[in-house]
């Protein structure tokens, strides 16, 4: 793009003097500069239309036409509906062992079982916490590295939309000066020809 731009400025100050065109071609290449800075900035639009998914002239002009008030009253309907989500729930059951007689062996083995029931109980829910807080590790890891790359995405989509198009603009701001000064100063110009 470097290269284009310094080619069209030598030839847009050297190709009218060393043809001798007169204050006429002054004005022609000041006006092929100006359409040249116009296509620049218009790029620059179209690219940052695409960076952020914007639509082109067109979708945009057929947009703003299916918005237009409508000549003939239009009929609006209203609705409302209600929805209850179906009740979630958990249970937990347990089973305890009761003494077969009034014993002191019977009552001391169902306390034994009944400890042993409990432990298993808490061992069991820990489990099912240890497990549970596992799947919430995972899932906020997930959730942080989906947060980080959308945030770069972002970050990028930005850096592009500000900078991205600055060598552009620049050249075109060049065009567009070098063509109205190629036009404005053409009689002032084509004097100074031999």
């Known amino acids: 793009m470097a290269w284009f731009f310094a080619a069209t400025m030598i030839l847009s100050l050297l190709l009218p003097a060393m043809l001798h065109w007169g204050e ?27 960076l952020f998914d914007r639509p082109g002239v067109f979708g945009a002009m057929g947009g703003w036409l299916a918005r ?24 937990r059951a347990h089973v305890t062992a009761n003494p077969r ?13 009944n400890v042993k029931l409990v432990h298993d109980r808490i061992t069991g829910l820990g489990n ?16 942080r590295q989906s947060r980080t790359k959308e945030t770069g995405q972002l970050r990028a989509r930005l850096e592009a939309s500000e900078t991205g198009g600055l060598h552009l603009s620049a050249i075109g701001a060049a065009w567009l000066l070098t063509g109205v000064t190629l036009s404005i100063a053409a009689p002032e110009l084509s004097r100074w020809l031999p």
Do not use: N, Y
Request: aromatic letters at 4%; proline letters at 1%.
């Open 101 to 113: 007689d009034d014993t002191m062996a019977a009552r001391v083995d169902a306390l034994e079982k």
């Open 24 to 50: 006429a071609g002054f004005r022609l290449v000041g006006l092929g500069l100006q359409a040249l800075g116009i296509c620049a900035v218009a790029w620059g639009i179209h690219e940052t239309r695409l």
């Open 128 to 143: 099912e916490l240890d497990d549970q807080g596992r799947e919430l590790r995972e899932s906020l890891e997930q959730e």
């Open 68 to 91: 237009r008030p409508r000549l003939s009253g239009r009929v609006v309907s209203v609705g409302a509906s209600l929805e209850f989500s179906s009740v979630v729930g958990r249970g």
